[in-house]
């Protein structure tokens, strides 16, 4: 499984883009690049999944270079409620094999 | 649509106890698994099961057990609770296609005393 590096913490303030990049320099060819969100108490949520280029949904981007060695998530326009550790994974959930989670990033939304 | 359902929310263990942590899904997933989180750390994977009489050992799973009978239960049970396994316990749940993402319960917040 393709290991990942990510910032342990990011600050950032309302209103403000915030992009959280990973490494993932050994990433198969067949492997997903997925986001998570947790929130205090709660188990993790699933933001975002991409493979190559750049995917959108309504709460966040992933954008993807080329030779797929790192990723990036991009969250627009941040509030106080997405303060929250975010964790990436990287593989493909087959067959008896099971992805792993890192220590995430921790982000912190100041007013 | 309850998605993934975890049970008790709370405990608290004597030394050398045991229980059970129950996790059923509603989504007729084949794949659950079991995560511990300790304070400050990120998940750690103890068993996960990819259909009805399949378990597989994660990477933390000395002192648990696991079984599933059925493709909506995924108990997970401590023999001789340690002071060590006091942790945040996640199930999660997610699709035979691989596209798709892990569905999480709210947990289970157990302390061993």
């Known amino acids: 499984l393709a290991k990942t590096t990510q910032p342990i913490s990011m600050d950032s303030y309302e209103g403000q883009e915030v992009n959280i990049t990973c490494s993932h320099n050994n990433i198969a060819t067949n492997d997903y690049i997925t986001w998570y969100q947790q929130f205090p108490s709660q188990g993790p949520r699933f933001i975002i999944q991409g493979y190559k280029t750049k995917v959108t949904n309504e709460v966040a981007s992933l954008f993807i270079p080329a030779d797929r060695k790192s990723s990036t998530l991009s969250l627009p326009r941040v509030s106080l409620s997405d303060t929250a550790v975010y964790y990436c994974l990287v593989g493909r959930q087959t067959g008896r094999r099971a992805l792993t989670f890192g220590s995430g990033t921790r982000l912190q939304v100041q007013p | 649509n309850a998605g993934v359902t975890q049970t008790p929310k709370f405990r608290i263990l004597k030394i050398g106890q045991s229980m059970t942590l129950q996790c059923t899904q509603d989504m007729n997933h084949n794949y659950m698994y079991w995560y511990r989180q300790d304070p400050g750390m990120g998940l750690k994977l103890i068993y996960y099961?990819?259909?009805?009489?399949?378990?597989d050992k994660g990477e933390v799973p000395n002192g648990y057990n696991v079984s599933r009978s059925t493709t909506e239960d995924f108990p997970l049970r401590l023999e001789l609770a340690a002071p060590s396994q006091t942790s945040v316990y996640f199930c999660?749940?997610?699709?035979?296609?691989?596209?798709?993402?892990?569905?999480f319960g709210d947990g289970t917040r157990l302390s061993i005393l």
């Open positions: 099961s990819v259909g009805a009489g399949i378990t």
């Open positions: 999660a749940s997610s699709s035979r296609d691989e596209s798709q993402p892990q569905h």
